[in-house]
């Protein structure tokens, strides 16, 4: 479904490459957490694959177009602007000329949120929030998820209803995630493969051998189950 190859990319007027030759090829129903030391380039990898920055050498090359980003932190939820969720998503529907209004219930209840349909944006929590931006990326039926670091702002018993619906998306709707992670249990827990950056380059691998290698540099056992 989409393909990184031999991609190498340097912020304009730096010296050292932030990639030297990375290599990742995402598989259609996959759900890979990208993880990686702060300053890895995670959020540049993401950049580039949205387009919004030009690979120095290399190329980025995907099968599909409809892909939708959830952003770290979402643009609505300290907006004192007195709008509801249904407007905000039937506006969004529209600026996408998608024609059904049933498809803004339809996402509300994709992500167990119609009971806050009618609520103004404001009000709701930073796990709610962070809901209906998923729900605003479903519109449209998207068959790749884009997340930067979805459980920011989230807190802990949110981020786990959270992270059951991403993966429920992915096995139940067949929705391809890739995610930013800072949150390593949910990365263990939730990913099919995990893409570890470091030194420019990355490495896919399974849960079970990250899991491995954090427990070979770290000694410590991860608290998740995997
Ligand atoms: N606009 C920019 N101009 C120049 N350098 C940048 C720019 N944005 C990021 N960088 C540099 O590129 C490297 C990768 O940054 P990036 O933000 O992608 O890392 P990250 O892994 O997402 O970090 P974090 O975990 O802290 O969010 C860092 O060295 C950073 O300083």
Sequence with gaps: MLKVKDLYFSYHQQPSYVFEGLNLTIHRGDYIS???ENGCGKSTLLRLILGFLTPTQG??????????Y?????DFS???FPITVREILNSYRKLLHIKDPNEVNRVLELTHM???ADKLIGQLSGGQAQRISIARSLIGEPDLIILDEPSTGVDAKSQESMYALLKQLNTDRGITILSVEHNLDAALTNSTKIFHLSHGNGHLCTPEQYAHEILHHTGK?????V
């Design 221 to 225: 056992e991860c608290s998740c189950h």
């Design 70 to 74: 959830v952003s770290q932190k979402n």
């Design 78 to 80: 300290h907006s004192g």
């Design 114 to 116: 119609t009971f806050a």
């Design 59 to 68: 190329s980025i090359t995907m099968e599909t177009k409809n892909i939708r």
């Design 34 to 36: 990208i993880v990686g």
